[in-house]
């Protein structure tokens, strides 16, 4: 069982950043794969990223390549998305999830967070 809590969203101006954390208990949780997911109003959850359980894989949608960057510290249960030239096309709200192996499709993960909002004025 793996319990996720994201925190770090906000209001930011366009070409702002944000860092968000995404806090996990768990005794899985080193072996988990992790991703980020927003979802904006009236739209589909969307992916964002992906990380391998090692931190060594990752995988970024193509809107946020070059802008976002994921991480992970195992030992501190963390996976941190560091949002940076924001755009107001990026509001959304955020989500964290666990599962197996990482991947584009959120069926794949297990486990999510509540979600944190995330708003950038233009």
């Known amino acids: 069982q793996v319990q996720l809590v994201e925190s770090g969203g906000g209001l930011v101006q366009a070409g702002g950043s944000l860092r968000l954390s995404c806090a996990a208990s768990?005794?899985?949780?080193?072996?988990?794969?992790m991703g980020w997911f927003r979802q904006a109003p009236g739209k589909e959850r969307e992916f964002v990223v992906a990380?391998?359980?090692?931190?060594?894989?990752?995988d970024y949608a193509d809107s946020v390549k070059g802008r976002f960057t994921v991480s992970r510290d195992n030992a501190k249960n963390t996976v941190y998305l560091q949002m940076n030239a924001l755009k107001p096309e990026d509001t959304a709200v955020y989500y964290c999830?666990?599962?197996?192996?990482?991947?584009?499709?959120?069926?794949?993960?297990?486990?999510w967070g509540q979600g944190t909002q995330v708003t950038v004025s233009s």
């Open positions: 999830a666990a599962g197996p192996v990482p991947g584009t499709v959120y069926r794949l993960y297990r486990y």
């Open positions: 768990g005794r899985t949780f080193s072996s988990n794969a």
């Open positions: 990380i391998s359980w090692s931190g060594g894989n990752t």
